[in-house]
């Protein structure tokens, strides 16, 4: 049995055999123990007290590779010592820090920082790192233990520091001629300007109901009045809107799996064309058939020329996972009834179940610039009414043949 579990007991019988045996130093053995044993039990309890291990990111979002500057700081403001410590931080795999080895944690997906030493009473001691991701994400950084003891290492003890950050990792960006996109109007706009759309949001008057007319441009009040079908009238708008749709799935059943080469090209090509479009004063949006971490919110990001907007959309994407919440078909027809007339829809896919390619044939006979973009070659080369379809992601392949 440990000396930690029988300190107190060893220590009593000691001194009662000593008085029993008119032996002092038996005594004297006896009142050590319990000096040593009581000394360190306190230090024990209160090792912790008022101890911190605080981080520090320069940056939570950056690109593959980019370097994203953490300190570390462990702080002991009390009088009792750390005489040995050791503390213990996780972080996610992806995660890799310059210079140095982390060790396998038993929780897949996670590795171990470590730093050993001593620290003593009001003291403070900090290490600054440098971490890169390999891959995009949500990575984790956290929780962290801290394991320390008393002066003679009687009673070691540890806590847990529960806290979890993260850093969001963008995915790759590429320049559209590196995807095999035309340099030049790669999504058909005309050359030199921008388009005129209406705006189903400023009406301009009424005008008889003509052939073709979309029912949500019917007035049915004036219809009412009048006794014949009545379109509104938009006013133009000289904002271009362009949407990205995603589809997640890799596969045609969930239960399948997924490729994770094509995931990954599919969310880089999207970046790239969301990077390329808010260059060009688009008006951009995404919608794709996905969540949020950690929340039930599907991805959703209406079109807009803010100046966050695109952060937004590489955020999004950033943290896209395989898990899909039902089918690109559904959202993006029931986006479509928002969508202006004449808006630019990119869908991004390695895979096109035939719903998908029936409702992206709706949008373009409901007068939508649609373009398909294939990363992979079970796309169909060719779809109905003309649409375009072109095979990207060449530049990304380069690259994972490359390093």
């Known amino acids: 049995m440990p ?8 220590g009593v019988l000691l001194v009662l055999i000593g008085f029993g045996a008119q032996q002092p130093p038996i005594s004297a053995v006896g009142f050590i123990v319990l000096l040593v044993g009581g000394v360190s039990r306190y230090w024990s309890r209160h090792l912790f007290d008022r101890v911190v291990l605080r981080r520090h990111f320069g940056e939570t979002r950056a690109f593959i590779g980019e370097p994203i500057a953490m300190r570390l700081e462990l702080a ?9 410590y050791e503390w213990r931080l996780a972080m996610g795999d992806p995660l890799t820090v310059d210079g140095e080895h982390l060790a396998a ?8 920082l470590t730093r050993r030493g001593s620290i003593g009473w009001y003291e403070e001691q900090t ?30 003890r540890g806590i847990e520091d529960e806290q979890v950050d993260h850093l969001l990792v963008f995915p790759k960006v590429a ?24 705006d189903p949001l400023r009406i301009a008057g009424l005008r008889e109901y003509r052939p073709g007319d979309p029912m949500r441009r019917i007035d049915w009040k004036a219809s009412a009045r009048t006794g014949e079908l009545t379109s509104r009238v938009y006013e133009p708008s000289a904002t271009r809107q362009l949407y990205i749709a995603v ?36 008006a951009v949006g995404l919608l794709a058939n996905g969540a949020y971490p950690d929340a039930d919110r599907p991805i959703r990001l209406p079109p807009s020329r803010s100046r966050e907007q695109l952060t937004k959309v590489l955020e999004a994407l950033a943290v896209v ?55 992979s070659d079970r796309v169909p080369p060719e779809l109905p009414m003309g649409i375009p379809v072109y095979r990207t992601g060449q530049a990304f392949e380069r690259e994972a043949v490359t390093s």
Do not use: C
Not at 145 to 156: A, C, E, K, N
């Open 3 to 10: 000396f930690r579990d029988t300190w107190l007991v060893v």
């Open 76 to 84: 002991n403001p009390k009088v009792l010592p750390l005489p040995w």
């Open 105 to 112: 944690a038993a929780v897949p997906g996670l590795s171990w």
């Open 127 to 156: 290490w600054d790192h440098t971490v890169r991701a390999s891959e995009r994400g949500y990575h984790q950084v956290g929780p962290a233990t801290i394991r320390s003891g008393d002066l003679f290492g009687v009673f070691p």
């Open 175 to 198: 320049p559209l001629e590196q995807l095999g996109l035309p340099s030049e109007r790669p999504f058909g706009e005309r050359k030199g300007g921008s388009r005129i759309f209406e």
């Open 247 to 282: 589809n997640i799935d890799t596969m045609e059943h969930a239960w399948e799996g997924y490729l994770k080469d094509d995931l990954e090209r599919t969310v880089s090509v999207a970046a790239s064309v969301a990077v390329w479009a808010a260059g060009q004063k688009y």
């Open 321 to 375: 996972q395989p898990l899909t919440m039902g089918d690109l078909a559904g959202a993006l027809q029931r986006e479509g009834h928002r969508l202006p007339t004449g808006s630019t829809v990119v869908v991004v896919a390695a895979l096109l179940p035939p719903a998908l390619e029936g409702v992206i044939g709706r949008l373009a006979a409901q007068r939508h610039e649609v373009v398909v973009l294939a990363t």
